[in-house]
């Protein structure tokens, strides 16, 4: 199992829930949402070969923690995985817009600059705008474009320039999220859980909690459920091998 984008940190006990991943063998990409916080998200993974930790700087907190920009430069070399980042377009963040393209801007130029990094990108309701500065930075590594909710034609687009993308069960009820699924590329995607935000039957999933969105990518791809686990571990490893 691959949970490419999970907030392992903001479990109530992220240390017992990496070791479970640990012995049930499940890859774990751990995002962050500010600088401050890598140190410590670092250390929740640290003995586990399977948890790979991100530097994040989520666009909600982007005005709020404009000062962590030098923060995360410092980091950013010690770091193989950036990511919760990207931008938010919905109305209740439209107030930050501005820094959260700054920063964004920012972080994407930084990754160029030390030869590229596997990102996971935030664009909801800002997908046109996003894809923009991925193009305009296409130096700054691999993005994989986390729960994508854009359009068709935006979707075509980010698969034009190159992006990966990461898809959960949240993301898969939806009729429209299945059929953005099924228009990405096989070998270009992962799944992922965005809990303890993502929900399940009204509880966070839990880390690593992607079985139904397996069983859905194996409906879409016409293949049975071992099928479709063995694609995307493929996948996983093909993704590993873009940035060292
Ligand atoms: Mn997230």
């Known amino acids: ?84 980042v990207g931008l938010d377009g919905a109305p209740e963040h439209r107030k930050s817009w501005n820094q959260q393209v700054k920063v964004f801007s920012h972080i994407l130029r930084q990754c160029a600059s030390v030869g590229g990094r596997l990102i996971s990108v935030h664009s909801r309701r800002a997908a046109p705008d996003v894809l923009d500065l991925l193009e305009r930075h296409r130096s700054s590594g691999t993005p994989v474009l986390h729960w994508f909710s854009g359009t068709q034609k935006e979707l075509s687009r980010a698969i034009g320039i190159g992006a990966w993308f990461s898809v959960g069960p949240a993301m898969l009820r939806s009729n429209r999220g299945r059929d953005l699924a099924a228009a990405m590329p096989q070998d270009r995607l992962l799944t992922e859980t965005d809990g303890p935000f993502a929900m399940i039957q009204n509880r966070p999933l839990a880390p690593g909690e992607v079985q139904t969105a397996c069983s859905v990518l194996g409906e879409i791809w016409g293949c049975d459920l071992e099928a479709a686990k063995t694609l995307l571990k493929s996948n996983l490893h093909d993704l590993e091998k873009k940035v060292v």
């Open 1 to 84: 199992m691959i949970d490419f984008h999970c907030h392992l940190e903001l479990y109530k006990d992220p240390v017992a829930e990496a070791e479970r991943c640990a012995l049930e063998g499940i890859e774990i990409l751990s995002v962050g949402t500010t600088p401050s916080a890598f140190r410590g998200t670092l250390r929740i993974g640290k003995k586990h070969q399977n948890i790979r930790t991100a530097l994040g700087f989520h666009p909600h907190l982007a005005a709020q923690r404009m000062g962590e920009l030098a923060l995360f430069d410092e980091f950013l070399p010690e770091a193989r995985f950036v990511g919760e």
